[in-house]
């Protein structure tokens, strides 16, 4: 195998934002993360100072998100939401920027809105990775095209404190000419554009549509250091059944396709 299982591991942060989520389902998918050794859970915000309570001494972080999934509250609003999340034990803060400003111009306020999130985070001890919602920005806005508003997005998120810039939520649907709703989430071409529009001390996130241990390690390729992913068990699952057809002198190929197929 290319890479060890800890290494695919720890990109993963599990996915538990479902919004029917019980607390029995958050307490098995705590235990589920630190069986498979997990980077981290990434969880809404109530649920922060249980998820620390389980995951406690097991080496996977606690994420909450924040103003999630539409990133419309006020920026005061996310910081003190960052600081309860911080005080119930999360060491990771994913927050969604405000659209419909950057959509309108006003960088100004999204940097503010961004950066009052990092500084409490970090005057915590914890990381913030800031989730654009690729899905909604295909058209560009603001005067710039699709490619250079994602770009500035990156730069202005640096400035502005960023450890991570990601490319989704997971819950960014699009009406389709259908009239269903449906997105793409993470996809190589907005990974690759991403890595390139920040310097090496800012990492990248990719969430939605990655699904499968090709799909991981493809992230991971395209210079993605954290993976959001329901998939987990079957990541990882995947990676072991590879590894002991290796050892057995059987491995069998597993062409990668592409990533951004939906899903979470």
Known sequence: MKYTYEQLAKMIDHSLLHP????QELEAGCKLAAKYGVASVCIKPYATKRAAELLKGTGVLVGA?????HGNSCTESKRYETELA???????IDMVINLGKALSGDWDYVER???AVCDEAH????????IFENDYLTQ????????DFKKKLCQLCERAGADWVKTSTGYGFVKQPDGSYNYKGATEHD????????????????????????????????????CGATATVAMLDEYRRRETAERSG????SPSGPIGSGGY
């Open 20 to 23: 029917t989520m019980t607390d």
């Open 65 to 69: 998100v924040i103003g999630f999934p």
């Open 86 to 92: 911080c005080q119930d034990g999360a060491r990771e």
């Open 113 to 115: 809105d961004v950066k």
């Open 123 to 130: 005057s915590r001890g914890a990381k913030v990775k800031v």
């Open 140 to 147: 560009g806005g603001a005067g710039l095209s699709n490619d």
């Open 191 to 226: 990974l690759a554009l991403m890595r390139a529009s920040v310097s090496a001390k800012v990492q990248v996130k990719a969430a939605g549509g990655v699904r499968d241990l090709d799909g991981l390690i493809k992230v991971r390729e395209l210079g993605g250091s954290r």
């Open 250 to 253: 059987n491995p069998s190929p």
